[in-house]
């Protein structure tokens, strides 16, 4: 379904380590700053299912593709109604950190079909006004997780499954922009700034 509802929907996606969330913060503080009303937000998200999801990242055991992918369909239609939609009702400007461009993606590389993911995907959801890809290798991203964030990677962030994850992203990511990610960050958010600013002004949200 397309965004019938006065507010803009942006989506950011990208594997992990490409600098999403900086991304996604650094945007929300510039629109902020130009007086435009916005709301940050992510997928999973801390709700009851997306509570659920984060816990497996971690544990040892990792739930089967298929609970994966229900549970993250479920906590998407819980943000879509409590959240994304009721802001885009009253006007505002929704950043997304993650999307069902995601769920394609990285249940799509445990063995699900992506393309039926999308499909479902797009059917059951709401399609964002603007998508942002980062794009960086997953050998650059495994380096920056290892040696940024001076933690060690989850379930999710295993080279060879980041590498499947980015495969399946270029099958899936058709309307999507790609921003590059190696870029410095003042630059990339500037790079996508501009691009919002243009479709605010082609859906007369200026
Ligand atoms: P995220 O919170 O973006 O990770 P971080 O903030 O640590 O970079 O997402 C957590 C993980 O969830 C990420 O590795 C990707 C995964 N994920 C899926 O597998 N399917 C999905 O539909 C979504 C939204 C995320």
Same mark, same amino acid.
């Given at each position: 379904? #397309?965004?019938? +509802?006065?507010?803009?929907?942006?989506?950011? *996606?990208?594997?992990?380590?490409?600098? $999403?969330?900086?991304?996604?913060?650094?945007?929300?503080?510039?629109?902020?700053?130009?007086?435009?009303?916005?709301?940050?937000?992510?997928?999973?998200?801390?709700?009851?299912?997306?509570?659920?999801?984060?816990?497996?990242?971690?544990?040892?055991?990792?739930?089967?593709?298929?609970?994966?992918?229900?549970?993250?369909? #479920? &906590?998407?239609?819980?943000?879509? *109604?409590? %959240?994304?939609?009721?802001?885009?009702?009253?006007?505002?400007?929704?950043?997304?950190? @993650?999307? +069902?461009?995601?769920?394609?993606?990285?249940?799509?590389? @445990?063995?699900? &079909?992506?393309?039926?993911?999308?499909?479902?995907?797009?059917?059951?959801?709401?399609?964002?006004?603007?998508?942002?890809?980062?794009?960086?290798?997953?050998? *650059?991203?495994?380096?920056?997780? @290892?040696?940024? @964030?001076?933690?060690?990677?989850?379930?999710? *962030?295993?080279?060879? +499954?980041? $590498?499947? %994850?980015? #495969?399946? +992203?270029?099958? %899936? #990511?058709?309307?999507?922009?790609?921003?590059?990610?190696?870029?410095?960050?003042?630059?990339?958010?500037?790079?996508?700034?501009?691009?919002?600013?243009?479709?605010?002004?082609?859906?007369?949200?200026?």
């Amino acid at each position: 379904m #397309k965004n019938q +509802y006065p507010g803009f929907f942006l989506v950011i *996606e990208g594997i992990d380590g490409s600098g $999403k969330s900086t991304l996604a913060n650094n945007l929300y503080l510039a629109l902020k700053k130009m007086g435009k009303d916005c709301l940050l937000t992510f997928e999973p998200t801390n709700g009851k299912w997306g509570a659920i999801l984060r816990q497996s990242f971690t544990g040892a055991e990792r739930l089967s593709a298929n609970e994966e992918l229900g549970l993250f369909m #479920k &906590d998407r239609q819980d943000h879509l *109604e409590n %959240v994304i939609i009721p802001a885009l009702k009253d006007g505002r400007i929704i950043i997304c950190d @993650r999307y +069902y461009f995601s769920t394609a993606a990285y249940q799509g590389a @445990r063995g699900l &079909d992506p393309q039926a993911i999308l499909a479902e995907s797009r059917a059951k959801s709401l399609e964002p006004d603007l998508c942002l890809f980062l794009e960086l290798s997953p050998e *650059e991203a495994i380096n920056r997780i @290892r040696h940024g @964030r001076k933690e060690k990677e989850n379930n999710f *962030e295993q080279l060879d +499954y980041l $590498k499947s %994850v980015a #495969k399946i +992203y270029g099958t %899936v #990511k058709n309307g999507c922009i790609p921003l590059d990610a190696t870029l410095p960050i003042e630059e990339l958010t500037d790079q996508a700034l501009k691009l919002i600013l243009q479709r605010l002004e082609d859906k007369n949200l200026n």
